[in-house]
Structure formats: C-alpha cells, structure tokens
C-alpha cells in the first residue's frame, strides 16, 4: 500500500467476526453489525504539541486496537476496505490471548 496518513492519523483495516455465536447459532449477513476491531496497516508521525514538537502515537503497526461503531471515516485502497481515523478514536488495544480471540 502506498498511502502514509499525516498528523495523529491511523489507517485500520476491519478484522471480521465470526460468523457462529458461542452456541453454534451461524448469523446471517444481513443480521451482523460492522466489527468493532481492527489492525492498524499504517500510521502518521503525531501531531505537535504548544511548543511545536511532534509527539509520537501510541499505536503502531499490526496492533490490535478497539474503536468506536461510528469511528473514523471508510475508503477503499487498493480494492481494500479501510478505516481512517484519529488515534484519539481509538479506545484501547488488545493485548496477548485477547487480540486473537474475539472479544466477548
């Protein structure tokens, strides 16, 4: 990919769901709601400070992060589907077993 977000900007591809519920129920396309986790593809430098310096994100690269239903803004790159939003959007980011299973 050749785009590189400015400021305190994070590029977030969606990480799809599971399709069964905990009990076997499969749920339907039309019944699902947009996941709520993403993995971060890239991130801007940071955005500066009152005294002019930059300061870096908390993000990088392949983490795992929580965001907001209505977070960001979508576009598509490449054919892919993603997600641009501020680092302040973010809610938090999953660490360890967490970050491979789906949250309950």
């Known amino acids: 990919?050749?785009?590189r977000p400015l400021h305190d900007r994070v590029v977030v591809k969606r990480v799809e769901e599971d399709t069964k519920t905990a009990g076997g129920i499969i749920i339907p396309d039309?019944?699902?709601?947009?996941?709520q986790q993403?993995?971060?593809?890239?991130?801007?430098?940071g955005a500066r400070d009152?005294?002019?310096?930059?300061?870096?994100?908390e993000v990088k690269p392949g983490d795992r992060v929580l965001f907001g239903k209505w977070s960001g803004t979508e576009v598509k790159i490449d054919?892919?589907?993603l997600l641009i939003m501020k680092e302040s959007d973010?809610?938090?980011?999953?660490?360890?077993?967490?970050?491979?299973?789906?949250?309950?």
């Not at 973010?90 to 309950?104: D, V, W, Y």
């Open 30 to 35: 039309t019944a699902k709601e947009k996941p």
């Open 38 to 45: 993403g993995e971060v593809v890239a991130v801007g430098p």
């Open 90 to 104: 973010i809610l938090g980011i999953l660490e360890g077993k967490t970050a491979t299973k789906k949250a309950a």
């Open 1 to 3: 990919m050749k785009f």
């Open 50 to 57: 009152e005294q002019g310096k930059i300061v870096a994100l």
């Open 79 to 81: 054919g892919e589907d």
